[in-house]
C-alpha cells in the first residue's frame, strides 16, 4: 500500500495570532516549517466570520506552499469568488454555522445536491480537485459520488468523542463507508479530532489516501515546537 499522506491543517495558528491582533504567530512560516518536517500539504479554513485565517493568508500560502494546498470552504458566494481567485490544488466542502467552535459534522449532501454539483463543475473547469467532507454513511457517500466531487473525506469526529463499546461501531462505520466508496469509484480521506493516541484505527481504513490533522499538532507544538509535532506524526504514519 502506499504511504498516507498527511495535510496539516495551519488554522490554529492564525487563531493565536487573532487573539491578539498583529502579525505573530505567521500561518506562512509554520506551514513553511510543516512542510519541511515532513508534511505532504497544508488546509486552511477560510470561515464567512474570518475567526483565524484571512484573505491575506489564503493568498500568501497559494504562493508559498510547495506541496497540496487544500481550501476548506462553505457553500458560500463570497468564500467561492475568493477559491476561484486563488485556484488551490483542492477544495474541501464543509458545512458551517457561526456558533460553533469547530465544524461539527459532515456536509447535508442530500440537500444541498443541486448546488454541491455546481460548484463542483466550476471548480473542475478551473483544474481543482474536489473533496467533500461528510459522514460515514452509505447513501451519503453514493450521493458524493453522484455530485462528481472527486474525492469524500470522511467526518472522524464521532468516532473520536465516542467512549466504551461506541469506539468499535465508529470504527466499523468508517470502513464501511470508505469500502462503500472504493466501490462507487471515489477516492478517500479521512479527518477532524485526530490525534497521536486515536489515529491508528484510522489508518487502517480501506483505500485511505491521506489524513487531514490540524489542532492536534498545533497543541503538541506548544511544548516540543512545531517540527517535532509534524515529525512525530509523520513517523506515526509512516509505521502504520
Do not use: W
Not at 493568498?59 to 510547495?66: C, E, G, H
Not at 445536491?113 to 451519503?140: A, K, M
Not at 469526529?157 to 466504551?164: E, F, L, Q, R, S
Request: hydrophobic fraction near 40%; aromatic fraction near 4%; charged fraction near 30%.
Amino acid at each position: 500500500m502506499e504511504n498516507i499522506h498527511l495535510c496539516i491543517n495551519v488554522d490554529h495558528i492564525a487563531t493565536i495570532r487573532e487573539a491578539r491582533g498583529g502579525d505573530e504567530p505567521d500561518p506562512v512560516e509554520g506551514a513553511r516549517i510543516c512542510e519541511e518536517s515532513g508534511a505532504d500539504g497544508i488546509t486552511i479554513h477560510l470561515r464567512e466570520d474570518r475567526r483565524h485565517i484571512q484573505d491575506d493568508d489564503v493568498f500568501a500560502l497559494r504562493k508559498s506552499v510547495r506541496g497540496k494546498f487544500n481550501l476548506e470552504m462553505a457553500l458560500s458566494d463570497e468564500i467561492i469568488d475568493i477559491a476561484k481567485r486563488v485556484i488551490p490544488d483542492q477544495i474541501t466542502l464543509v458545512p458551517e454555522k457561526r456558533e460553533e467552535l469547530t465544524t461539527e459534522g459532515g456536509l447535508d449532501v442530500r440537500g444541498h445536491f443541486d448546488r454541491i454539483r455546481e460548484v463542483t463543475e466550476q471548480f473542475h473547469e478551473l483544474g481543482v480537485l474536489v473533496s467533500l467532507f461528510v459522514e460515514p454513511e452509505e447513501t451519503i457517500v453514493a450521493r458524493s459520488m453522484e455530485s462528481g466531487a472527486d474525492i469524500i473525506e470522511i467526518h472522524t469526529g464521532t468516532y473520536c468523542n465516542a467512549v466504551g463499546d461506541a469506539i468499535e461501531g465508529e470504527i466499523r462505520r468508517i470502513y464501511q463507508a470508505a469500502e462503500h466508496a472504493l466501490e462507487k469509484g471515489i477516492r478517500v480521506h479521512a479527518g477532524h479530532g485526530l490525534n497521536y493516541d486515536n489515529i491508528q484505527p484510522i489508518l487502517k481504513t480501506p483505500g485511505l489516501e491521506e489524513m487531514s490533522i490540524g489542532h492536534a499538532i498545533i497543541a503538541r507544538s506548544i511544548f516540543t515546537g512545531i517540527g517535532s509535532a509534524v515529525k512525530e506524526m509523520v513517523s506515526i504514519i509512516r509505521s502504520s
